[in-house]
């Protein structure tokens, strides 16, 4: 169904059949219930607290031993985030913890050079996001810590780390 023909379903319809349905909709899915529970009680710190404590949890698990360390879980959380509407500037730090937290994690173990290649993604992406919402005063020092960290430990794609510092400028 074309967004047209829904328009044109909705004029249709009496107020009592519109209510029942978005009533409907609301108990049968539960994106649904999210988007309306944020719409009207936007307890965003609840939601960044909680994406932050399972992303901390993806390197530094709590129930298991083996740490799984994918930075898949923190990018469902990012475009989720993006899709309710959160605050830009928390979507950034959930953006720079993810990376924060697993450069300490990097420190502790031995990982592929997939992994590296996979934080330099997410901080090409984290430096793109601050930098198109004009969040670079706030973020400034964050980015260059991490940024800085790639340089001391000798990352691999050092030189892509310093072009995707360059956005910034």
């Known amino acids: 169904m074309s967004k047209r023909n829904l328009q044109k379903y909705i004029k249709e319809l009496k107020r009592k059949e519109l209510e029942s ?13 999210e988007f309306y529970d944020f719409a009207f009680n936007p307890k965003e710190d ?11 949890n993806e390197y530094y698990p709590v129930k298991r031993r083996k740490p799984k360390a994918r930075r898949s879980v923190a990018q469902k959380f990012i475009k989720h985030f993006i899709n309710l509407g959160v605050a830009p500037h928390l979507i950034a730090d959930v953006m720079l913890y993810n990376i924060e937290i697993a450069q300490s994690f990097s420190l502790e173990r031995n990982v592929a050079d997939s992994f590296y290649k996979s934080l330099l993604n997410s901080f090409t992406e984290a430096t793109h996001y601050v930098s198109v919402n004009g969040m670079l005063p706030e973020f400034k020092d964050r ?11 000798h990352w691999l794609f050092e030189e892509e780390f310093s072009r995707a510092l360059d956005i910034l400028d």
């Not at 609840?46 to 901390?56: D, E, F, H, T």
Request: aromatic share 12%; charged share 25%; net charge positive.
């Open 21 to 33: 349905q978005l009533i409907d909709l609301y108990e049968r899915f539960p994106v649904v219930k």
């Open 46 to 56: 609840k939601l960044i607290q909680n994406a932050k404590v399972r992303i901390s």
């Open 143 to 153: 980015i260059l810590k991490v940024y800085q960290f790639t340089q001391d430990n």
